[in-house]
């Protein structure tokens, strides 16, 4: 069985955004989706689905995007408090 980077997917209220997609990107997709139907035995009828579970698994595993929001809430915690920065 292959293992894919993303499982089932959730069931959460969304929030409509408008994505243009390159017609390779779309066509990738759509493949993708097949394969998480085999894997997790899920019915996807909507491929646009995936997306934001691709994106948040994404930003998920970016260690300088969690290095750097990391300070960021660090930084904004500390001028709250009033404590001087590092």
């Known amino acids: ?9 959730s069931d959460d209220k969304p929030v409509k955004l408008t994505v243009e997609l390159p017609a390779p990107v779309h066509r990738d997709l759509v493949a993708y989706a097949k394969v ?4 997790t035995s899920q019915i996807i009828k909507d491929p646009a689905k995936l997306i934001a579970p ?5 930003m998920a595993t970016d260690r300088g995007f ?17 404590a001087r920065p590092k």
């Not at 069985?1 to 997917?9: C, E, Y």
């Not at 969690?66 to 009033?82: M, P």
């Open 66 to 82: 969690a290095k750097l929001r990391r300070e960021t809430q660090e930084s904004a915690a500390q001028q709250l408090s009033g």
């Open 1 to 9: 069985m292959t293992k894919l980077k993303l499982g089932a997917l």
């Open 54 to 58: 691709m994106v948040e698994r994404f």
């Open 36 to 39: 998480l139907e085999r894997e």
